[in-house]
Structure formats: C-alpha cells, structure tokens
C-alpha cells in the first residue's frame, strides 16, 4: 500500500510518500504556497500537483491512497467548498481525505491522545484535546492575530525597522535587512507593505531575524523575545486546560535556536518539538489508520526521522526558498 500525505500552507507545500512494503517513507517533494486564501486557487492547486509530482512521478497512475491536511479548510463552509472544489480538479475520480493542516500537527504530535499543540509557522494557532474532543485558540489570521508566527515576526520586525527609522530606537539593523533582503529603499518597501500586504514574504524575514538576534543585534533580539513569551502563554494556557498531558511547538519557527532557547525560559515544562516540515507525517497517521494500519508513538517517530534524512537531500536552494532554511 501507497500512502501519499500533503502538508499545505502559506509558505510551503510538502508531500510524503509512504511505502507499507517498506515501512518508511521512500520520498519527498516541496513547493510553494497552498493556503487558498493566502494564494490564488490556481496557484494552490499548482503547487499541490508539483508537490506530489516531486515525490513520485506516477501518481496518476499507480494506486495511492492520498491525504491533504491544508490551511483554511474547516475554517468556515466557504472554506470547505473552494478545499474541496480544488482537491476534486486535482484527483478527479481518486479518493482523497480532506483535512484541516493543524489537525495534522496535532496527531503528528499526541496521535489520538488527548494533549495541546501550538503551532507558530506562517501563521499560528493552538489546538488541544480534551476527552477526545478537538478545541482550538488563536488562528485569527495575520491583520489582527497569528502572535508569535513568522509572520508576526516579520511584521514586528517592520514596525521597529520604523522606529529605528524614525529615532525611538537606536540602530539601523532592521532597516539594512529589510533594504538588503527586498532590494529596495525602505520607504519603499513600507509603501508596498501598505498596500500589497504580501504575507509570505514577510513572514520570510523571520530566519534572518533569528540570525540577527542570535549575533546579538537588540532590535531582532526584543523581537525573537517576545514571540518566544507568546509561545509560553498559550503553552500555559493549555496547561490550564490539561493538567498534565503532553504539549508541543510544531512549525518553521522551531528551527530558531534563540527562540526555542527563550521560550524554555518563560516555559519549563516538558516540550517537544517538531518542524514545519515534519507535519506531513501527521497525514500519514491519519491515513495509515484509517486503512487498518497499526500506529503508535514508535511508528510516528520512524516517519518523522524519514522525514528529517529526506530534507537533507533536498537542494539547498529549494530549502531556502520554499522552507526558509537558511
């Protein structure tokens, strides 16, 4: 048996393809973007299919059973219609399940147990379960919420980059990234901002952010600070809500040192924590039990590190552009 699982977003798309024969995943593939609010439909629907592609090349051939954990669906009854609407262009008599990608995080992490998650990637959003009923906090989007994601990073970043501009803050550090990054003058680029809002570039910034903090640039450092104590207040305010059950950060965010570091400071309770990336194994749980196959932690941690050995074979450059990775 084939399964395929696709992890879509706002920044990245990643396709699993696992193998019962050979019990792991035999390949991966990326691309771009996938939330369909986030991009225009076609564009999702492309860089869904060039995912899958990349993982394995007859796909609309062979038998494979697939699964899409993508951002926004479940959101809303619009939002259910223009998922299922896309996925139907894309497997025309294929079945498919359908997923919210957060639910995906979720099992990837506590499989069918109860626990919480917070996941800070392009956006963010926290999910638990309690008594095996699925609940959710934040996932307000990125005009007024997703505290603590890449993209808020980025934005916080643009607004000291304005201080330091404008003299309530020392430096220029923000401002000579931002110029270097988008190769433009900085009033430039604010007046874009204003009006185009363009989400994934933004939230881009986000690793070099991580980079300036670490070389100990203060600007990046208040900036990396305050995502970090976000990521802690909703960790406890699920330990609030569960006492004693497990938590995880999961998303491209955890790829910061100096983040993880600092949201160890503000949370001392036992954390794991998993990348962006490795949400696609979560679909697979998914699917995997749903065809009577027998998933337990020591399977999930299996495909995680197939996952893992997987990225390291991917072109640098496509890491860089479609995962942040720099």
Known sequence: MKIMSVDGGATKTVAALYDSNEDKITSIGISGPSNYFSVPHEESQNNIVSAISSAYHNWKQDDIKFIVGIAGFGDSKKANEIGKSIMDRIFSNKPYILENDGICAYRMAHLFDDGGIFA????????????????????WGWFAGDEGSASWI????ITMAEEQYDGIIEGSS??????????NDFIEL????????????????????SKLALEGDKASNVVINEAAGYDAKILHVLDNKLVNKSMALIGGTTGSDILIKNVKKYYNSKLKFYHGYDVCTGGLLIAADRNNIRIDKNFR???????????????????KKYLGII
Do not use: C, W
């Not at 980025?154 to 970043?157: A, P, T």
């Not at 604010?190 to 952010?209: C, D, G, S, Y």
């Open 120 to 139: 800070p990637g392009t956006g963010s959003i926290a999910i638990y379960q309690h008594n095996n009923e699925i609940n959710r906090l934040g996932g």
């Open 154 to 157: 980025g934005k916080r970043s």
């Open 174 to 183: 923000l401002i000579e990234l931002l110029e270097s990054y988008f190769h």
């Open 190 to 209: 604010i007046n874009k901002f204003e009006t185009a809002h363009p989400k994934r570039e933004i939230a881009m910034l986000a690793p070099h952010i």
């Open 301 to 319: 941690d299996k495909l995680v590190s197939n996952v893992e050995e997987l990225i390291k074979m991917v072109n640098p450059e496509d890491l």
